[in-house]
């Protein structure tokens, strides 16, 4: 009778604990906003093949405990639409990890370069903001080179340097705010040589190919 007695008790006192070990659980679950367009969100992919979820699920293989990530992205997107987005959704600041990867649809729309650098600084502001003001929980990704697409294969040229300009100015403002930035442009360019690494829309990346963008990107990440 006692050990049955000092069983339910036993018993009991697990069930009462279990929802607070979940709520200790979920409260430590560290949390990634990825900010941009049609690359983040990744169209012409499942969700599990954005590089996105792809980087939660490798940096939870390290060790770490990342929960979904939070996405603000549309395909189509540029700048000034990300920013109105973001204002929009009201999100809170304390992040541990904050990605900003825009621009593609300022150029592909005829944009300006000299426009871009401006609303690019300021999105990055808001980036870090979101990061708790800490700037190096924060990483830039390079716009990825369409042109190496079927799509885009005929203005390859005059793509590729538009690009590069725009990730020039990524690149420069990320190093005056000390965020890491991490070029991926390379690998897009890939896309002739291996046709698997872009989508069936023959415009997008590939989930194959954003698991090397993530490959890369874990490596020159910092995570708290």
């Keep these: 009778m006692k050990y049955f007695f000092r069983r339910t008790c036993v018993l009991l006192m697990l069930v009462t604990l279990i929802p607070f070990i979940c709520m200790s659980q979920n409260s430590t679950q560290k949390k990634f906003l990825a900010l941009g367009d049609s690359y983040t969100i990744g169209e012409s992919v499942t969700p599990e093949g954005r590089w996105p979820h792809q980087l939660v699920a490798a940096l939870n293989q390290q060790g770490f405990h990342f929960s979904l990530p939070d996405i603000i992205a549309t395909t189509g997107w540029r700048t000034d639409q990300l920013k109105q987005a973001i204002e929009a959704r009201k999100l809170e600041k304390n992040y541990d990890l904050v990605s900003l990867l825009i621009g593609v649809n300022n150029q592909y729309q005829g944009k300006s370069s000299i426009s871009y650098e401006p ?61 890491a930035f991490v070029n991926i442009t390379d690998i897009s360019r890939r896309g002739f040589e291996d046709p698997e690494l872009v989508a069936g829309d023959q415009l997008h990346p590939s989930a194959k190919m954003y698991t090397l963008w993530v490959e890369r990107i874990a490596k020159q990440i910092h995570v708290k």
């Design 119 to 179: 609303e690019f600084e300021t999105l990055l502001q808001m980036a870090i903001a979101h990061a708790g003001g800490d700037a190096s929980r924060v990483f830039v990704v390079s716009i990825p080179d369409y042109g190496f697409t079927p799509f885009g294969k005929a203005k390859q040229e005059s793509i590729s340097k538009a690009l590069n300009e725009y990730n020039a100015i990524a690149e420069r403002v990320a190093k005056k705010y000390k965020v």
